[in-house]
């Protein structure tokens, strides 16, 4: 399936939707160079049809996707797809959760830049193995980066600006996860804009999160490390990180 070069306008639903039929595996997918604007539900959505058949192949690269503004929507979302590939995305203006993926293990989320999200700017669920690497994340409701329910993830030098935008935000970066084991948070830059309500930490490590490294972050601005991070986890290990 190759989706290129389309521009989409006021869709009811979806602007692009890529979903299995029943029974059957989606596999080679290529969603690029296209353009969606003002579509109801998500910008971009692939989906497997079941969790035994998870999309394959999956590339979602270089599209533009703005004005998402019906609800607690995506601008791009993938679910339970196989090493999926999520990079040189544009999304502005989006009432949600700008790039949500859930349930899709060695996702690579990458080179993206994402501005003025309603929740969250980049948000991995339950997708082990994942990297988040090189986004540029502007003035986010929620958190800029935040992971939950996953292992082994890579989290690495990212920007991000102006997060925390409602006020009750703990962190830009927010590793939430219960049980689970392995960040490797490095090479982050977090700045506040200066103006408005925002985050007042840098870094947030939830209980229950084991062995995390946070190492060689730029979190200048936040003040000295006990209020630029907030770390809860356990067998946290910390390098040198830049505070104040």
Sequence with gaps: VKISRNRVFNAGQ??????????????SVTISNNMVESST?????????TSDLPPTAVLVSNNTVRNITVGN?????????LEPIVEGNQTNVISGTALYVKGSPNALV??????DAGSNGLNTDSSHGSSITGNTIKDCSSY???????SDLHISDNVIVGAGRNGTTPGAIRISTSGSDRAFITGNR?????????????????SGMNDTIYTNNDFRGFGPEADAVQDLGTGSIKGTNYYQ
């Design 14 to 27: 979806s602007g692009i939707r890529v979903e299995a039929i029943t029974g059957q595996q989606t596999s």
């Design 41 to 49: 539900i998500q910008g971009i959505y692939v989906a497997g049809e």
């Design 73 to 81: 929507t995506n601008a791009i979302r993938v679910d339970g797809s």
């Design 110 to 115: 990458r080179g993206n830049m994402i501005v």
């Design 144 to 150: 800029a980066i935040v992971s939950s329910g996953a």
């Design 190 to 206: 977090v700045r506040k804009a200066g103006s408005g309500t925002e985050t007042t930490r840098a870094l947030s490590i939830a």
